[in-house]
């Protein structure tokens, strides 16, 4: 797992790419704020799958596999595990790197139990 912290106005989407450059994943999977076209053929030049719903409002249909989809309720309910920790829903860290070690820090507790 990797972690990048990012100002609250940026989309996570500007960090997609620097996320995908050291692995190489069979599948990569989103939710419909990933869905460009500009990401999917980054993916796809990457040699692995996008598993992306399509927007409602996109021009060309685009096809993705719902049964790996499904999977991604396993990172949205770590997300929300971390959440439980009131130092990281709250943010009570000004500097990002204290920010970022107790993010870390959570996601190691979630994992131990």
Not at 6 to 33: F, M, N, W
Not at 76 to 93: D, G, L, P, Q, S
Request: aromatic letters at 10%; proline letters at 4%; glycine letters at 4%.
């Amino acid at each position: 797992m990797e972690v990048i912290l990012t100002p609250g106005q940026e989309h996570d989407v500007c960090q997609a790419s620097t996320l995908l450059a050291d692995h190489e994943p069979r599948y990569v999977i989103a939710d419909k704020g990933y869905d460009s076209d500009e990401f999917v053929d980054l993916i796809g030049q990457r040699g692995s799958q996008a598993v992306i719903p399509p927007r409602s409002n996109r021009t060309t249909e685009r096809r993705y596999s719902r049964k790996q989809y499904r999977r991604r309720n396993v990172v949205e309910r770590f997300v929300n595990r971390i959440k439980h920790y009131r130092r990281i829903a709250t943010r009570y860290e000004k500097t990002a790197v204290n920010f970022l070690g107790f993010i870390q820090f959570a996601a190691l507790l979630v994992w131990l139990n």
